[in-house]
């Protein structure tokens, strides 16, 4: 069965600079690739996608990248807050219309 | 739009007590996630449905849950009996296909069962 796997469970950095969380999957290549943050309390909030013939997306200070040669997406924050300090989770879709399955999720902590 | 709504927000029960859970997608969107968050298990998906039709409901764990969505504004997610196993964040997502994602979850139900 397909698995994915968050490089880490937390990660702490200083404010400034860029925070890079790793998503990788076994098997076969999603046709999309999400990244979610969720803050204590809350549901998941979307904030991007990234599709299978896809190498890189932006978003205000994230970016986005998937390598399907290496089974791997990357999740850049650019000159990190404190308020950016939340869990964020890898999601693999197969098809618009199928289910998104959830990584871990890799908790961020931002120091000032 | 007030989003995806689920109630109650905060659920404890007795072992054995039905429970059922409700939610309420975003108006237009045609499909509709069940999931269930625990510390050791993460992010699990239990059931969906597209245009009211249960689509996959490969995840829910036994026959004690179940799920309907009489119509495309409202849903529930039942467990009876309950037992302390079933203690986790409910949480409810809606999204439109076509899109490739990017759902939109409710705030979720934390369900104690004791």
């Known amino acids: 069965s397909q698995k994915i796997e968050q490089n880490s469970e937390a990660l702490n950095i200083q404010e400034g600079k860029t925070a890079t969380l790793t998503c990788n999957y076994t098997?076969?290549?999603?046709?999309?690739l999400q990244w979610y943050r969720q803050d204590p309390g809350r549901g998941p909030v979307f904030l991007l996608l990234?599709?299978?013939?896809?190498k890189e997306k932006r978003k205000e200070r994230l970016k986005v990248t998937f390598d399907t040669t290496l089974k791997q997406s990357l999740f850049h924050i650019t000159a990190s807050q404190p308020a950016d300090s939340a869990t964020y989770l890898c999601?693999?879709?197969?098809?618009?219309?199928?289910?998104?399955?959830f990584g871990s999720g890799t908790r961020l902590s931002i120091r000032p | 739009d007030a989003g995806v709504i689920q109630s109650p927000r905060h659920e404890v029960t007795e072992m054995g007590q039905e429970v059922t859970l409700r939610c309420k997608p975003i108006s237009g969107h045609n499909s509709l996630f069940w999931y269930r968050q625990t510390m050791m298990r993460g992010l699990e998906l239990l059931i969906y449905?597209?245009?009211?039709?249960?689509?996959?409901d490969s995840g829910m764990p036994e026959d004690r849950f179940s799920a309907k969505m009489p119509n495309a504004s409202f849903s529930t997610l039942k467990i009876q009996p309950s037992e302390p196993r079933d203690s986790a964040v409910y949480f409810c997502a809606s999204s439109f296909p076509g899109t490739g994602g990017g759902y939109t979850f409710g705030s979720g139900t934390r369900l104690t069962v004791v």
């Open positions: 990234i599709r299978e013939n896809e």
């Open positions: 449905f597209n245009n009211n039709v249960p689509i996959d």
């Open positions: 999601a693999l879709t197969y098809s618009s219309a199928s289910k998104i399955i």
């Open positions: 098997n076969y290549s999603p046709a999309y």
